[in-house]
């Protein structure tokens, strides 16, 4: 498969005025016709794209051509010797019906429950009808829907303009939608279906009001409340925040259950995974509740950051990708504690985001090259290119963003840019952001080391930091980026700040010096995480301690305990630390901090997983060693506080629900403790788990018991979860729980992953099944590392390689890292993705078995 490179980007010949689509449903597919309005922009052919799609006839300015007039050649449809103003008409015939792959218009469902809605980004809409279909070619959509009338709900995107019955088939009906907004096609949506609504109304700061609905199956319209009310809260929350309110009068969103994203941020049609959007606490885990607002308020932000400005081409993904993922986390850092939202954000990137710019799939946060994009929705492209976004706001500070912001969106409303037209809007008040483009170019995580040395007769404190990036494959030799490094020293006596500064390291090495400090101070660095950076400081085990008592924010706390268990776990790569201190450290803390901020309290428990350690060791990576180091420490941890468990648990009494801050943080510091208590032995945890199940008051504490009795191999286990699946038999989403918590459990073996795969509830055809068990089978990296395990897992890629490519490929990213594993787990990897790379056929797929 040939890639494609940014430096070769062209503008198109020709643009799109106006589009006329008409979709009509049959039984066994549909017919699209289109009119394109199209005006000669450069020298050139029309070249339109298309997949999957039985050309029936096009017409250019009224004469029909024919095959000496175009070439159809590749996926690409090059018209010849076109005029300057062109009106083209074109009839397909697709088959939404046997579209597996959930891209273009495809159906949802099976038997009488079916629907068809559409995926466009990045390059669906060309499976729909032929079409420059690239982000930078904007046009006004008409769409006429026309399908039997057992689908009742005819959506696209904009205003409804007309809608009625087909004359000479009683049986059939249509609607007409107009988007007044001029977008490219990846935007484009369409639902056929038939839903339930859900309505409200928001009136913009601007006086317009808009009519909001959320569409659900009947069955599941009862858990659309938490959506709306976040979609209100996100509308708001942009027009204090940065100054932007919605522009069209009517925000639809409709649930699919089977569909590869999270969800889509089409112009006033939103299509959403239903486990992205549903929510009710009878059903829905906090953590998942809490997902569903945040990417309500993604979405809706898309319609600022990603519609109205788009980008070039889709090299530029990070542009709106980085910029809304940074909107939507500061969003959610004001819904509950920011540093627990920091806490989760890092975590995340930590544990995916360094692992992939860790192995050989690493690639800059704006990619120079690629083979299919659909692999280049990454962590990296989203969570470190939020990370740049917010290093730029944070040398900013508030007032100057916000002016660069204004003045991004006053430059480039309407158009189709780059990420250095973006930094070029942010810079008005400072050019040096203009600096930040090598973060979007240059891949793999720097790595901050350092040292201090004191004078006491000059009272000064030298800092001195250096970085470093690895050389990764393909990539010119790396460059010095600029690094903030928010920096505080505290008083060792008192444990005051004494100074606080942000650090700029931009060279390869510097000094930093504090005047004027009166004694040896302890120094806090990188903190609230100021770059996406590993840090390497010359700590002494009590300076962390130190720092874990007495830094002034929980994201601060939490990071210094992250780098204690670091130094305790990955002493083979010449970190080192006893769990002494940290143990003791967190039996002063503990018990405190429980009563103050459950939420923080829980997260201060948190080991980190034993693939964000395994991204930590660059070569010979022991799975079987680092998981039990892991569960060692794990246990320690549990034993050290085995007399204060059961204080813990009781002072967090179940309550009856409340979606509150506090609320969650309680339950989610029951359910550690619940699993601490276990892992120590405590007498009666057991009965607790069986409590907690039969009380709940809420999916987080139902499923949080399970999930512990699950992974404790209580002997009640299998009851419970017997129980859980007949009482939540008639809902999808609770069924993935049911699937995952077996997949992921802590004894999983191959012949659980095989039975769930062979339970007649498992589906192929739907994502958010298979992800629910091979996804959660691929948290466990002893049992994935096995011949048996690798074997089972290439021949899912296997399976889905022509089905949905899309998924295979993304699936398969959880493999990158096998050319670190110690051997002989290394050449058995390489042998089994030999073979699955000779047994697939997409090039998402293929290209993301290059490195093999
Ligand atoms: N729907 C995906 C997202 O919002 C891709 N744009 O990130
Ligand atoms: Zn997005």
């Not at 305790?568 to 970190?575: D, T």
């Not at 409340?658 to 969650?664: C, L």
Request: hydrophobic share 40%; with cysteine.
């Amino acid at each position: 498969p040939s890639k494609i490179n940014l430096k070769d980007y062209q503008k198109p010949s020709f643009d799109v005025e106006t589009v006329h689509l008409d979709i009509k449903l049959f039984e066994d597919y549909a017919q699209v016709n289109s009119t394109l309005k199209m005006v000669r922009q450069t020298t050139g052919d029309i070249v339109l794209f298309g997949e999957s799609l039985e050309l029936l006839s096009i017409i250019m300015n009224d004469k029909a051509l024919t095959s000496e007039h175009y070439q159809q050649e590749d996926g690409k449809l090059t018209i010849y010797e076109a005029p300057d103003e062109v009106i083209l008409d074109i009839q397909v015939r697709i088959s939404p019906q046997t579209n597996t792959a959930l891209e273009g218009l495809y159906m949802a469902g099976s038997g009488d429950d079916t629907m068809f809605v559409t995926q466009c980004e990045p390059e669906g809409f060309r499976k729909i009808t032929f079409y420059p279909d690239r982000p930078d070619v904007l046009a006004i959509f008409t769409t006429r829907l026309e399908a039997d009338k057992r689908y009742p709900t005819l959506l696209a995107n904009g205003n409804l303009v007309e809608a009625g019955e087909v004359a000479d088939a009683p049986e059939r009906h249509y609607a007409i939608w107009q988007d007044p907004t001029n977008k490219p096609s990846y935007l484009f949506a369409c639902v056929i279906a038939d839903l339930d609504v859900l309505t409200d109304s928001y009136t913009t700061s601007e006086g317009r009001d808009v009519l909001l609905e959320v569409y659900a199956k009947s069955a599941d319209i009862d858990k659309c409340d938490v959506g709306m009310q976040a979609l209100k809260d996100a509308m708001r929350w942009d027009e204090v925040n940065y100054g932007r309110a919605y522009d069209l009068d009517r925000y639809m969103i409709v649930a699919v259950s089977q569909f590869n994203m999270g969800a889509m941020e089409n112009k006033g049609l939103n299509i959403f995974n239903t486990a992205c959007v549903l929510s009710s606490p009878e059903t829905t885990t906090d953590a998942r509740s809490f997902s569903v607002k945040a990417i309500i308020a993604h979405e809706y932000f898309h319609n600022w950051t990603g519609n109205r400005i788009t980008c070039r081409d889709w090299f530029q993904l990070c542009l709106k990708e980085g910029f809304t993922v940074y909107r939507d986390q500061s969003f959610s850092a004001d819904q509950q504690s920011s540093a627990v939202q920091r806490i989760d954000d890092v975590a995340t990137l930590r544990a995916h985001q360094f692992a992939e710019d860790a192995g050989p799939l690493a690639h800059p946060v704006r990619p120079e090259s690629f083979v299919e994009i659909n692999n280049f929705y990454t962590t990296t492209v989203y969570e470190k290119g939020a990370e740049i976004v917010r290093m730029i706001a944070n040398t900013l500070g508030p007032d100057d963003f916000r002016k660069g912001t204004d003045e991004y969106f006053r430059r480039y409303d309407g158009q189709a840019v780059t990420v250095e037209d973006f930094l070029s809007a942010l810079s008005i008040t400072d050019d040096k952001i203009e600096d930040f483009i090598d973060w979007y170019r240059q891949p793999g995580t720097p790595v901050v080391s350092g040292s201090q040395t004191y004078d006491s007769a000059a009272q000064t404190l030298t800092i001195t930091l250096n970085q470093q990036t690895r050389h990764v494959k393909g990539f010119d030799a790396p460059k010095p980026l600029p690094i903030p490094v928010a920096t505080a020293l505290f008083d060792k006596d008192s444990g005051a700040i004494v100074a606080e500064r942000m650090l700029l390291l931009d060279e390869a090495t510097q000094t930093f010096v504090f005047e004027n400090v009166a004694s040896e101070p302890v120094v806090s660095l990188l903190r609230d995480f100021s770059a996406p950076v590993q840090l390497n400081y010359d700590y002494q085990d009590a300076d962390l301690a130190f720092l874990l008592k007495h830094e002034t924010n929980g994201f601060n706390r939490w990071q210094v305990t992250q780098m204690l268990v670091n130094r305790i776990l990955l002493q083979s790569q010449g970190a080192k630390s006893s769990p002494e201190v940290y143990l003791e450290a967190l039996a002063q803390t503990l018990p405190v901090l429980a009563a103050d901020d459950a939420m923080l309290a829980a997260r201060l428990l948190d080991i980190p997983s034993a693939q964000e350690l395994a991204s930590a060791i660059p070569q010979d990576y022991d799975p079987v060693l680092v998981k039990e180091q892991r569960d060692g420490l794990y246990q320690q941890v549990a034993d050290k506080l085995k007399d204060q468990w059961a204080t813990l648990y009781n002072d967090l009494p179940m309550q009856s629900y409340e979606d509150s801050a506090q609320a969650r943080g309680i339950r989610a510091l029951r359910n550690v403790v619940l699993d601490m208590a276990l892992t120590a032995n405590v007498e009666g945890a057991a009965d607790w788990a069986q409590q907690q199940y039969d009380h709940a008051s809420c999916m987080t504490e139902r499923f949080g018991a399970l999930k512990a009795m699950v992974n404790h191999q209580l002997p009640k286990a299998n009851d419970y979860l017997t129980d859980f699946y007949k009482r939540f038999q008639a809902n999808d989403l609770v069924i993935d729980l049911w699937f995952s918590v077996q997949a992921a459990a802590d004894d999983v073996t191959p012949v659980v992953i095989k039975s769930l795969i062979a339970h007649t509830d498992f589906d192929w055809n739907t994502p958010n099944r298979v992800r629910s068990v091979i996804g959660a089978f691929s948290s466990q990296p002893t049992v994935l590392w096995t011949a048996e395990g690798l074997k089972m897992y290439t021949d899912v890629i296997k399976k889905l390689d022509d089905a949905n490519p899309v998924l295979a490929s993304r699936l398969l990213q959880v493999l990158a890292r096998w050319n670190t594993l110690a051997e002989p787990r290394r050449q058995m990897a390489h042998e089994q993705l030999t073979d699955l790379r000779k047994n697939v056929a997409s090039k998402h797929v293929l290209e993301s078995l290059e490195s093999v």
